[in-house]
C-alpha cells in the first residue's frame, strides 16, 4: 500500500494526455527546490476536467497547459496525465457534455491515481447548454456521483481537494470579433454569484479542503489568451504554482509555502514588506525577503538585498526596511525552506517610494482637523495617488464651507494628526451656495496604503491660499496633462497644454455635470484640440477618460472621446454599433466590447506598456479584457477629444481626462474608479470616511 494519500481536486479540465517529464524553464526550475530525493515510487496524479484543464488558450498544451507544469514543479517523483476534455460538464444530464461519457473519464479510471485533481463546472455555467444550465441545482449531486467512481473499491480512500472555477474575464457575455466571431455565452456572475458559492458550500460540508482558483485568477484578464474563459501561458504557470502549493499543504509533511501580500507601510525612504507564509509542511521552516531595484525573480543572487526573518511559523511574514531612495521603484519576494526544500512567492510585488518633495505642515493657527481614511482600498502601496475628496456637510460631520476662508483658501491637508508632511492639493470645485453643496478637492496623497489615512486642516483666518505651483504639484511628474473639463481651458499640470477648437478657447461645447464636478457636453462637429510638442512618450503611457455617450449618438455614427491623430492612431472611441473601444489604427488590433448604457459615466483607461508592446484596457477600474499586442505605438502628436482628423464626432459628455508617461497598475486603475464612484465609505463599502470633524486646539 502507497503511503501517501489519494487527493481529489475539483477544477476543470478536458482532454487525456501523458504528459512528457516538462520542458522546464530556469524561472519554474527555481521557484521550487528539493533537498531531499524522490520517492521510490512514483506519486500518480491525474487532472480531471474540461478545456482549460485540457490548456486551450496555451501556444501548445501539451507543454503549457498547467498539468504539463505541474509535472515539471513536481518533478520525478511524480507522475501527471492531464484527463481534460473540452466542452465537458460536471452534470451527467446532456450526454453529449457529460464528462462521465468522456473517453478520457474512462482512461483517468484506468490510471489509478494517488491524486485526482478535479476541476469543472464553467461548462454547466453556459447558459449556451441549457440541458445542464438549467439543472445547476443538481450540480453538487453530479460531484458525489463523479467522487464516488474514483472511490469505490480503493482500499485507501482518497483525500479529495476541490478546485473553483477560474474566474470568466467578463462582466457579461462579451463579443470577440476575431479570429473566432461567436458569442461565447459564459457569464461571470453565474460562476460568481451561483458555481463558486454553491463548490464552496459543498466542499466545506464534506471537510474537502478547497484550491481557489477562482480568487488566484480574478481580475487577471492579463492571464487569458484571446478570450474571457481560456487562460494563456501565463494563467497556466500561475495556476500550476497554485495546484503545487495545494499538494504541499495537504500532505503530511511537503515543502512550505509562502505568497507576498501587500506592504502595511511605505515612506519616502522606507518600507514594510509583507508576505503570508501559507504551510510550514509541518516542519520548522525558516524564511527569507529578497528585495532590491530590479526583479531577481527566482535567482537568489540576481537580487540586490536580502535579510533572514529566521524560523517561523505559518501567517503573517513582516519586515521593514529603511534608507530606500524617494521616488525609486522597488520589488521583493518571500522565500522559505525547510529540510525538504525551499519555496518562493509565486510573484514578485513592486511598489515606488514617494518624492520627498513635501514640508512640514505646522498646524498652529488653524482651529478644525478631521480624519480621512482610505478604509475602502485594498490594494498594494501606491506612491503620490490623487484622491477626491468630497466636501460637505453629509460626507464630513460638522464641517461647513463658512468655517472656511472665500475660495477654501485656509484648506490644508497633511499625513499625520500632529501635522507631518504637507500635502498638494488643487481644489477643481469650491462650492458655497449651501452649506450641503459638495465641493471637490483633489490631494496628493504621498503613501495610499490598505488602511491609510491623511488629515485635513481648516479653519484659520489668517491663512492665504498656496500659489499656483503648489496646486499644479498635485500631479506627480508622470502626468503629461490633466484637463478637469470643468474648464477646458485649464491643464491641472504645470506643462500648459490647453486645449482649443479651430472657433476659439471654447466652441461650441457646453458646460455640463460631470463625475467629479463639471464635464464638457459635445455635440455634432464639436471637437476640442491640444497640439503640444511636448506631450510625448516612446515608453509606457496611460490614457484615461470619463465618458457618456447621449441618446443621440446614433447606431450608425462612429464617434471619438479621446484620440491622437498623428502616426498610428489611437483612440477611445464609440462605433457604429455603440459600443465602445480602444482602437490601434493601422496595427490590426480587434475592437474591445465596452458596451454601456447612455444613463452613467465609465471610466476607460488604456495602458500601453514599453516600446508599445501590449496594451491593458480597463473599465470601470477592472481589466476584463484581454491583453492586446500594438507593437510600435507611442505617445505623440496631436490629441482631439470629441473627434478624429476624419470627423468622427462623439455625441455625449466628457470628463476627466489625463494623459501618464507611465503604464498605471491595476490597484491604480481600480483605486481611480473607487475614488470618484464610491467615494464615501457606507455599511461596509466605498472608499473613503470622512471625519468627524475634531477641534485641533
Known amino acids: 500500500m502507497k503511503k501517501y494519500c489519494v487527493y481529489t481536486l475539483l477544477i476543470g479540465c478536458c482532454l487525456w494526455l501523458t504528459l512528457p517529464a516538462g520542458a522546464a524553464d530556469a524561472e519554474l526550475e527555481n521557484w521550487r527546490t528539493f533537498s531531499s530525493p524522490a520517492p521510490a515510487q512514483k506519486i500518480k496524479v491525474a487532472c480531471i476536467g474540461d478545456s482549460i484543464t485540457e490548456g486551450a488558450g496555451s501556444t501548445d498544451s501539451i507543454t503549457k497547459s498547467y498539468p504539463a507544469i505541474l509535472q515539471t514543479l513536481l518533478g520525478p517523483g511524480y507522475e501527471v496525465r492531464n484527463f481534460g476534455s ?352 459638495t465641493s471637490s478637492v483633489w490631494v496628493r496623497v504621498r503613501s495610499l496604503v490598505a488602511g491609510g489615512s491623511i488629515w485635513m486642516w481648516w479653519s484659520n483666518p489668517k491663512s492665504a491660499a498656496p500659489d499656483a505651483v503648489f496646486a499644479q504639484a498635485t500631479w506627480s511628474p508622470a502626468y503629461q496633462a490633466v484637463w478637469h473639463l470643468n474648464d477646458p481651458s485649464k491643464d491641472s499640470t504645470g506643462h500648459g497644454r490647453v486645449l482649443r477648437t479651430t472657433q476659439g478657447l471654447k466652441g461650441s461645447v457646453n458646460d455640463t455635470t460631470g463625475v467629479a464636478a463639471g464635464a464638457q457636453a459635445f455635440g455634432a462637429d464639436t471637437e476640442l484640440e491640444c497640439a503640444d510638442a511636448g506631450l510625448s512618450a516612446s515608453g509606457p503611457y496611460s490614457i484615461m477618460a470619463w465618458a457618456k455617450n447621449s441618446p443621440e449618438q446614433k447606431t450608425n455614427d462612429w464617434g471619438a472621446v479621446v484620440w491622437r491623430v498623428t502616426g498610428a492612431m489611437h483612440g477611445l472611441d464609440i462605433t457604429t454599433a455603440g459600443i465602445y473601444r480602444m482602437n490601434w489604427f493601422n496595427d490590426n488590433v480587434s475592437e474591445t466590447d465596452l458596451s454601456v448604457d447612455s444613463k452613467n459615466y465609465h471610466c476607460f483607461l488604456s495602458t500601453v506598456q514599453t516600446g508599445g508592446a501590449v496594451a491593458t484596457l480597463y473599465r470601470d477600474g477592472v481589466t476584463n479584457f484581454p491583453v492586446r499586442s500594438c507593437s510600435g505605438q507611442k505617445l505623440d502628436g496631436v490629441f482631439k477629444l470629441g473627434n478624429t482628423c476624419n470627423k468622427a464626432t462623439f455625441n455625449g459628455s466628457i470628463d476627466e481626462v489625463r494623459i501618464m508617461n507611465l503604464a498605471v497598475s491595476s490597484d491604480y486603475a481600480a483605486a481611480t474608479y473607487a475614488t470618484m464612484v464610491h467615494n464615501v465609505r457606507s455599511n461596509g463599502s466605498g472608499f473613503t470616511t470622512y471625519g468627524p470633524a475634531l477641534s485641533s486646539k
Not at 473517453?103 to 483517468?108: A, E, K, L, N
Not at 515543502?255 to 503570508?276: I, Y
Open 86 to 437: 473540452g466542452g465537458a460538464t460536471l452534470a451527467d444530464i446532456d450526454p453529449a457534455r457529460s464528462y462521465l461519457k468522456r473517453g478520457s473519464f474512462t482512461s483517468s479510471m484506468s490510471f489509478d491515481a494517488d491524486i485526482l485533481l478535479i476541476m469543472l463546472g464553467t461548462n454547466d455555467s453556459n447558459k449556451h447548454y441549457p440541458a445542464t444550465f438549467n439543472a445547476l441545482d443538481q450540480f453538487t449531486t453530479a460531484y458525489d456521483t463523479l467522487i464516488s467512481q474514483y472511490t469505490k473499491g480503493r482500499t485507501t480512500p482518497p483525500k479529495i481537494l476541490i478546485g473553483l472555477p477560474a474566474w470568466v474575464a467578463a462582466k457579461d457575455a462579451i463579443k470577440y470579433g476575431m479570429a473566432y466571431a461567436h458569442d461565447w455565452h459564459f457569464f461571470q456572475a453565474i460562476i460568481q454569484d451561483r458555481m463558486v458559492p454553491m463548490i464552496r458550500d459543498y466542499a466545506k460540508a464534506h471537510n474537502y479542503p478547497i484550491v481557489d482558483v477562482n480568487a488566484l485568477t480574478l481580475g487577471h484578464s492579463e492571464w487569458y489568451s484571446g478570450d474571457p474563459v481560456h487562460p494563456g501561458n501565463a494563467g497556466y504557470r500561475e495556476i500550476a504554482k497554485l495546484f503545487f502549493m495545494r499538494i504541499q499543504e495537504e500532505s503530511p509533511q511537503g515543502l512550505p509555502t509562502v505568497e507576498n501580500t501587500r506592504l502595511s507601510s511605505l515612506e519616502t525612504s522606507s518600507a514594510t514588506m509583507d508576505g503570508n507564509l501559507r504551510s510550514a509542511g509541518n516542519l520548522p521552516t525558516e524564511a527569507s525577503l529578497y528585495w532590491g531595484t530590479k526583479d531577481g525573480g527566482t535567482a537568489k543572487g540576481a537580487w540586490e538585498s536580502s535579510a533572514s526573518l529566521g524560523q517561523c511559523k505559518a501567517g503573517r511574514l513582516s519586515l521593514a526596511q529603511t534608507k530606500l531612495i524617494p521616488g525609486t521603484t522597488y520589488y521583493y519576494r518571500y522565500l522559505v525552506s525547510n529540510s525538504l526544500g525551499a519555496t518562493w512567492s509565486p510573484q514578485t510585488t513592486s511598489f515606488t517610494t514617494p518624492l520627498a518633495d513635501a514640508a512640514m505642515f505646522k498646524p498652529a493657527g488653524w482651529q478644525k482637523k478631521a480624519q480621512i481614511k482610505f478604509d475602502g482600498y485594498h490594494g498594494t502601496g501606491l506612491s503620490d495617488f490623487p484622491v477626491l475628496i468630497q466636501l460637505n456637510s453629509a460626507n464630513l460631520r460638522g464641517f461647513a464651507s463658512s468655517q472656511c476662508q472665500p475660495g477654501g483658501a485656509d484648506l490644508r491637508f497633511s499625513d499625520s494628526a500632529n501635522g507631518g508632511n504637507e500635502l498638494h492639493y488643487e481644489i477643481e470645485k469650491w462650492d458655497t451656495s449651501t452649506e450641503a453643496a
